[in-house]
């Protein structure tokens, strides 16, 4: 009876220590990468593997949100560019934003 109390005790553990890990989906992608780069890659650990495939996710990561922010500012400008040509002026926009208040 006691060790049915301790194995339900220890699966109970470890239900909770899992529940408290984040679940995070990955998904493969395929890289094209030199010849040099993929026979390391094909003769690396597992655990060099997780590691290098943790900083690549990080980094295209921060690399495609840069890559947005940049197309939203460049979106912005021209925007900007095309209204001023039309005439709607910095200067026009701020008074029409003062007389809203």
Excluded: H, P
Excluded at 55 to 71: P, S
């Amino acid at each position: 009876m006691l060790f049915a109390f301790r194995r339900l005790f220890n699966i109970v553990e470890c239900l909770v220590y899992l529940n408290k890990l984040r679940v995070c989906i990955m998904e493969r992608i395929v890289l094209e990468v030199d010849d040099n780069v993929a026979k390391a890659w094909r003769t690396a650990s597992v655990k060099l593997r997780q590691e290098i495939g943790g900083l690549m996710n990080k980094q295209i990561a921060t690399i495609i949100d840069k890559k947005e922010e940049t197309d939203i500012i460049q979106f912005l400008n021209e925007l900007r560019r095309e209204m001023a040509e039309k005439g709607l002026t910095q200067e026009i926009l701020d008074d029409i934003l003062k007389d809203e208040r």
